[in-house]
């Protein structure tokens, strides 16, 4: 019982939190950075179509973007291009990154690779069209036609 | 002689609470820009020219011209009635004969039940724009969902999306496959 009296004499040192919220926030600084850093920069204006029945994307690692739309920068025109990955690319790009993209998964998970499709509004079919066929090709069978929800359409 | 000098301290333990509030803060709102689309099957690369014969009652025809102007079954379309019509094509309530042609087949869960035999046909132009190809793909989504949705409440008494056991989904499914086909691109509706 004595034990727990006499605080002097007990060499029990209080243990200090006061680092607790350091490791707190490099855990915050690690979120902070580790979710920017995927995010690829935009080179093309996209404005998504708008839908009602639209799924969610699950397993956002199983998804490999394909951005179509007029380029930011005045100087590259107003033409509709294609973005992959941080560079403006043609259709015939298209399945050298497929395979790209296919190689950086798991074997197991590469059944599971959804493309998804994110164009501008504006964008003529034309493209869109000429990007399934390659995707055809290059057997990237299931792709999503990213579109933001909405209750009604306009 | 440590012991005996007091220093004010300031109480830091709520520190970790308030860092704790902000990473729950940033956890929540970094997964809140999800992403949302309409998730196609492409078929496969057919290697010959040869196509698949189908009957033509079987098949809806969807056109979009580069004017985005819609043409369901040789006549002018509506985005507003394209929901109704597919539905009723795919369904065929009475029996016609221009409508699609039923099949019985035996389906886990559902016993006997006649399969509609009817094919989607999207086509669009290369010049028709993003936002109206999404939006009759969105509409055609929509026909589906509801058929799947009012077979399931007659059958399970709850919606297709609340359905929990993987087989009632499949027998669902089963019963109405997502039965739309994107054909080949090719250029309608502009003159040579």
């Known amino acids: ?154 | 002689m440590r012991t005996k000098r007091e220093i004010p301290e300031i109480n830091a333990g709520s520190m970790a609470d308030i860092a704790f509030l902000l990473l729950i803060f940033f956890l929540v709102t970094v997964t809140m820009d999800v992403d949302t689309g309409i998730t196609r099957k492409l078929p496969p690369p057919v290697l010959d020219e040869q196509s698949i014969d189908f009957n033509q009652r079987n098949i809806f025809e969807v056109l979009v011209n580069s004017a985005n102007m819609l043409m369901v079954e040789g006549k002018e379309g509506n985005l507003a009635t394209l929901k109704q019509e597919t539905k009723t094509f795919f369904l065929n309530p009475s029996n016609d004969v221009n409508l699609p042609e039923k099949k019985l087949e035996q389906i886990e869960l559902m016993g006997d039940v006649y399969v509609s035999r009817g094919v989607i046909s999207l086509k669009n132009d290369r010049g028709t724009s993003y936002e109206m190809y999404i939006k009759v793909q969105n509409e055609l989504t929509r026909a589906f969902q509801e058929m799947r949705d009012e077979l399931s409440v007659e059958k399970f008494g709850v919606k297709f999306d609340k359905l929990v056991d993987p087989k009632k989904q499949e027998a669902i499914q089963a019963v109405i496959p997502l039965a739309i086909s994107e054909a080949e691109p090719e250029d309608i509706g502009k003159t040579k």
């Open chain 1, 1 to 154: 019982m004595g034990r727990f009296k006499e605080k002097k004499s007990s060499g029990m040192p209080k243990i200090s939190t006061a680092s607790l919220p350091d490791i707190v926030f490099i855990l915050l600084c690690f979120f902070m950075v580790s979710t920017t850093m995927r995010e690829t920069t935009l080179i093309v204006k996209i404005r998504l179509p708008e839908a009602t029945e639209v799924q969610k994307l699950e397993r956002k690692s199983l998804v490999s973007f394909i951005y179509i739309g007029q380029p930011v920068k005045g100087t590259y025109g107003t033409e509709s291009r294609i973005q992959l990955n941080d560079q403006f690319a043609t259709v015939a790009d298209i399945q050298a990154f497929v395979a790209t993209e296919r190689e950086a998964r798991d074997e197991a998970d590469r059944r599971l690779l959804t493309t998804s499709i994110k164009a501008d509004r504006d964008t003529r079919m034309g493209i869109v069209s000429d990007i399934k066929q390659e995707l055809r090709k290059a057997g990237a069978f299931k792709i999503n036609y990213s579109s933001r929800k909405t209750a009604r359409l306009k």
